[in-house]
């Protein structure tokens, strides 16, 4: 299972991202392939921002991060493009094993926060941008 080096780092699947753009969650996680599940497992990280998803026979599945320091923020490696194998019917990442992934789009207006309208001071917004969307730096 070659997996990524320090995923501790990934958004995990639900939690809206601060970036917008094209995500892979993983989600229905479990350590090993025949574990007895209760529930429906743990929920995985969100890759990305991703320019594509690519699965070939449903044996291998590749991504391309848009910029580099996400790729090397979430995978510990210094290329935009991941290779992540399937286990029998389970998609493999960091040692773990995911029996549900979804690609999903989050839109620039969901990570910015709406203008104050009413407030007389506006409100500190350190983690997202009051602008309209411009490219992060990193991504440049």
């Known amino acids: 299972m070659p997996n990524s080096k320090q995923p501790g780092n990934a958004l995990v699947y639900g939690i809206r991202p601060q970036k917008p753009g094209m995500y892979l969650g993983l989600f229905h996680g479990r350590d090993s392939p025949h574990e007895a599940m209760i529930g429906w497992g743990f929920d995985g990280p969100a890759l990305g921002p991703l320019k594509h998803v690519h699965t070939t026979y449903a044996c291998s599945m590749n991504v391309e991060f ?47 926060r709406p203008p104050d309208t009413f407030r007389q001071n506006t409100r500190p917004n350190d983690l997202r941008r009051q602008a309209k969307p411009i490219p992060w730096d990193e991504d440049s």
């Open 66 to 112: 848009t910029s580099l320091s996400d790729a090397h923020m979430l995978t510990g490696s210094n290329d935009t493009f991941l290779e992540l194998k399937l286990d029998g019917d389970l998609l493999c990442f960091d040692g773990k094993l995911y029996g549900d992934w979804t690609v999903y789009w989050v839109s620039p207006e969901e990570c910015f």
